[in-house]
Every structure is written in C-alpha cells, then in structure tokens.
C-alpha cells in the first residue's frame, strides 16, 4: 500500500515538474520598436494593463494620442495583439519582460519586424542639448527628387528636446506624432494600429532635410523651410463633378448584399453627405468618429450619410468583416457599402465613380443638397492632430449643413 502511494506521490510530482508556469507580461512602460529598414527603428511606448476580469490590454500612445488595444490572446509563450478596427495585428512570443515578432498586414503581405522591452518610457533618446528650436509652420515637399513631389506643411511644437507634432497634405495629415530634436536632428514617430511613420532629419533654424519612412516598404526624402504664410491647396476645390455630368450615382452592395444608391427612398428630398474612403485608412477612421459623434449631437430627419469604402481585402468576405468591425468600434448606423476590394487604387476608384475629375484621397466627402445637386466635395481630412484647422473644419462643417438643411 505505501508502495502505491509513493508511486502516486511520484508521478505527480514528475507532472507538476513537467508543467510550465502560466507567464504573463508584466505591467506597466514598455517601449515598442518596428525594424522599417536596416538601419532604422521607429520606437513607440505603450502601458500593459489588466481589466477587471483580468485580460491583458495595451494603451498605445502617440503624443496627445492614446489607442487603447484590447485584441490580445496569449497561449504558453505565444502572443496576438490585434489592432482595433483595423486589420493589422503582432505576433510573435514573449516572455514578462519582452515580446519579439511580427506586425502583420496580411492582405498587403507586410511584414515589419517588432520587438518590445518592459520598462522602458523614453521614445527617443537625446544625448545632445538641442541645437535649433523646429516650432512653427514648416513648407515641406515630399518626394522632392522624383517625378510625382507633392507638398505638405508640417506644424511643430519643441520644449526643450521634445518634439510633437505633424505633416499636413492635400489628403489628409500624418497623425500625432512624437519625438525629439538632438543636437541638429530631429526624429519623429507614430504607431496607430495601421500607420507605421518615421521622420528623420538634419535640420537649422531655417531649413529640414530629411527621409520619410512608412513601413518597410516605403522611403521618401522630403525637404522643408520655414514659412509662416504657407498653405496647402484649398480642399474644396480639389476634386469636382467632370463636365458633362449633372448629378452623383453610385449602385453598390451593403453587408446584406442589397444593392444601394442615390435613387432610393431613403435619400430623396434629403441633403446627403457620400463618405469616400476605406477601414484601413486612420485618417478616415477620424473623419467617421467626428460624424458618428456629429449624428448623435444634431439628429435631423432630413439629413443621410453613406459611405463607399474602397478596400484593399482579398476577399468580399474580409472586406465585409472589416466594414462591420469599423461600425461596431466607431457606432456607425449610416450604410457603409463595399465599392471595391482587392485594392485601394485611387485609378481603379475613379474608376468606379467616373463623373469625378479623379478621387485624390481617402477620405472625401461629397455634399448633396435635396434637389441631388453636388454643392461641394471636400478633399481629406484635418484630423485632431492639425489642432486649429481641425476646429476650422468643424466650424466650416456645421456651417455647411446649417445652410443645405435650411433651403
């Protein structure tokens, strides 16, 4: 009989030994930091937390910026960190104090190597006492030595090495980005769930040059030089109906598969505002939050939205499930139609809405007023990043519609 209990004893031991501890990170500062070439690595911070019910959840933050992340499975020593609303994820392993792998995009194949350290606050280092304070409006050309540059204005804030601020251009702007100024060079970053930007530079008091890179698979050179009067193109004025054409059509399936247009019920004798864009685009996701909130704010029963998203997805399928993760994120109850998957091609766009001179950006807004008149497009989007000519935008918005619902 003893014999048999400490046969019993043994084996459960041996078990237990054979059991690995059940590992989790550790919470708190973390530093992030994706590969985006040989040489260069676009830094991030984020907090671990845990909820009440004691699930993992990341608060990412870009300068004035927090993405909260809740998305994350873990399984021994492997982890998924899942993007909100947009299709982007991590995996990879980890330990308490490191997770390596991947940041995913699986219906581009991009890949960006990631890895972060536990605590670790500092984004940027900055061994240097600043050399030249970058505060105020920059005009800024990107792509400067190829054949398609186009310009931006980029809006700085500096307190010592530290360095917030963006790039804004025709077609939206580069979110809230994060950095310092070292000695002569500057460097920036931003880590939205989608956008992977890094900004660096050699700059003076009056001058920037400096590489762009998005990704991996991106670099551009950009130049700049202080102007305090620069300003982009006016973005009402970018895009417009060809001649020729009276009115907007579109016919396009929601996720029902029911086909949808500007001839329905639903839309006559309203003043309707058509969302131009994508579930991938973070400038977008901007644009759809500050309706979704505009809605809720200024009810009006002759006033529609309807977007047309235009998605890089594979599959219908997939794009469809990006579509219903945007609308159960953001709370958008305005019909969000699929008008094209398997690319994000501005051509193959305007393609589908060829009664535009060309579609220059996503997002675009097009304004119809209840006679089925287009009364104004707007190009892009000025999102919270921009600061004032976001407000601008809001006023120039609330506006615009006070005068459509009042004819």
Known sequence: MMYRILVVLVLVFMASCQEEPKKGLSLGEWRGEMQVSKDQKLPFNFVVSKDAEGSFFLKMRNADEVIVVDGISVERDSIIIRMPVFEGYIAGTFSDTTISGQFIKESLERYVPFTASYGESERFTAPSKAKVDVSGIWETHFDFDTEEPYPAKGIFYQSGNKLTGTFRTTTG??????????????????????????????????????????????????????????????????????????????????????????????????????????????????????????????????????????EYAKTEEKAFEGIERLKNNVGVEYPVLLAQVGTSSKTKANEKLPMLNHVLSYPTTIYIDKKGEVRKIHTGFNGPATGDKHLEFQQEFSETLEELLGE
């Open 173 to 310: 702007d580069y979110r809230y980005l994060e950095g310092v100024v070292d000695g002569d060079s500057l460097k920036l970053s931003a880590f939205d769930g989608a956008h992977v930007f890094l900004f660096t530079a050699k700059v003076t008091d009056s001058t920037m040059d400096g590489t762009f890179f998005s990704g991996n698979h991106s670099v551009e050179n950009f130049r700049a030089k202080r102007n305090t009067a620069f300003e982009l193109p006016d973005a009402n004025s970018l895009t417009y109906l060809k001649e020729g054409y009276g009115k907007f059509e579109f016919s396009f399936p929601d996720v029902s598969g029911r086909m949808v247009s500007l001839s329905d019920e639903k839309f006559q004798d309203k003043v309707v505002l058509v969302q131009i864009m994508g579930t991938w685009c973070p400038n977008c996701l901007d644009e759809t939050r500050f309706y979704v909130d505009y809605l809720r704010k200024n009810p009006h029963p002759r006033l529609e939205f309807v977007a047309l998203a235009f």
